[in-house]
């Protein structure tokens, strides 16, 4: 199975964050083909490495890495990752890590 894991730094303001990634980039980003699973963690989240102005983590899982591949080229890919623009400006805002799990 493929991940992309998206970590979101405190946005200055928090209820226009919320109100545009819940109601826009969630929705566009459900539409994405071959999308399996969307899932978030919401603030507080807590860190042991003393990372503390993390708000917001989402993962997308995949089948595989191509399969994720396919649909971040896709119209809809192209999209969402324009609409991140709006939620994160500035990559330091953002970080995104994709890659492929194995159960152990």
């Known amino acids: 199975?493929?991940?992309?894991?998206?970590?979101?730094?405190?946005?200055?303001?928090?209820?226009?964050?919320?109100?545009?990634?819940?109601?826009?980039?969630?929705?566009?980003?459900?539409?994405?083909?071959?999308?399996?699973?969307?899932?978030?963690?919401?603030?507080p989240i807590m860190s042991t490495t003393g990372h503390n102005k993390v708000f917001l983590i989402g993962n997308l899982y995949f089948e595989d890495m191509e399969t994720m591949r396919q649909a971040?080229?896709?119209?809809?890919?192209?999209?969402?990752?324009?609409?991140?623009r709006i939620l994160a400006p500035n990559d330091d805002d953002v970080q995104i890590y994709l890659y492929d799990t194995t159960e152990v």
């Open 1 to 43: 199975m493929a991940k992309m894991t998206v970590i979101y730094r405190a946005p200055a303001d928090k209820a226009a964050f919320e109100q545009h990634y819940f109601n826009v980039h969630i929705p566009l980003a459900k539409r994405l083909p071959g999308l399996q699973k969307y899932e978030i963690s919401r603030s």
């Open 72 to 84: 971040f080229a896709s119209e809809i890919g192209k999209q969402c990752a324009a609409d991140r």
